[in-house]
């Protein structure tokens, strides 16, 4: 059936390092594709999203890859910061009011 | 405020007993949505608003779970003879249109005892 899953459950980074989190997706009908930061007790929040005829995004310290070859997707955090410290969810526009989320990366900034 | 609101924030229920969440989405978004969030897990969508209307109910799980939004504005999420299964976070969500770029409430915690 159709899935969104993260290759990695728990990510540790050094901070300032920057930072990698990857995303498969099996849906090849999808055309968005959308990256989530959630902390702790909260809702998850709008990082950055790439439409599927982009191959690459970026934003203020991210960067968002499309691999539609593979079906693969990564978002890429520059110069990681404590703040960073989340869980990262990938989701997929699978129709015109639905969207899909992968089960999540924790990222652990070490100090 | 300017986002999402959700109340209550956590909510403890004794099996059995109906529960209703509410969710004020931002002003002038016209499309609502409710996800369920287990420990550990992504969200799952459970329901979809355009204005008034309920427009996807496909991830409701059963017929125990009933949403409304009757004015096109706040939503409320109800739950009857909730179920220990049902424990979760329910996350509700507003966008101007469609399912891109969803502003997310802080959500409720609901555990069924």
């Known amino acids: 059936g159709e899935s969104v899953g993260l290759h990695l459950p728990t990510l540790s980074v050094q901070e300032g390092d920057n930072s990698i989190i990857n995303c498969a997706y099996s849906?090849?009908?999808?055309?968005?594709f959308i990256w989530y930061k959630q902390e702790s007790g909260k809702g998850p929040q709008f990082i950055i999203d790439?439409?599927?005829?982009?191959d690459k995004r970026q934003g203020q310290r991210v960067t968002v890859l499309l691999n539609k070859t593979v079906k693969h997707l990564s978002l890429q955090i520059a110069a990681t910061q404590p703040g960073d410290s989340a869980v990262y969810f990938c989701?997929?526009?699978?129709?015109?009011?639905?969207?899909?989320f992968g089960k999540g990366t924790r990222l652990h900034i070490l100090p | 405020g300017a986002g999402v609101s959700q109340s209550p924030r956590y909510k403890v229920a004794k099996r059995g007993q109906d529960v209703a969440l509410r969710c004020d989405p931002i002003?002038?978004?016209?499309?609502l949505f409710w996800y369920q969030q287990a420990l550990g897990q992504g969200p799952e969508f459970l329901t979809y608003?355009?204005?008034?209307?309920?427009?996807?109910k496909s991830g409701l799980p059963s017929d125990r779970f009933f949403a409304e939004r009757p004015e096109g504005s706040v939503s409320t999420l109800k739950i009857q003879r909730t179920q220990q299964e049902d424990s979760a976070v329910y996350l509700c969500?507003?966008?101007?249109?469609?399912?891109?770029?969803?502003?997310f409430g802080p959500g409720t915690r609901l555990t069924v005892l």
């Open positions: 969500a507003s966008s101007l249109a469609g399912p891109t770029k969803q502003f």
């Open positions: 849906n090849s009908a999808s055309d968005y």
């Open positions: 790439i439409r599927s005829n982009m």
């Open positions: 989701a997929e526009n699978i129709s015109d009011d639905k969207i899909i």
């Open positions: 002003s002038g978004h016209v499309s």
């Open positions: 608003f355009q204005n008034e209307a309920q427009l996807d």
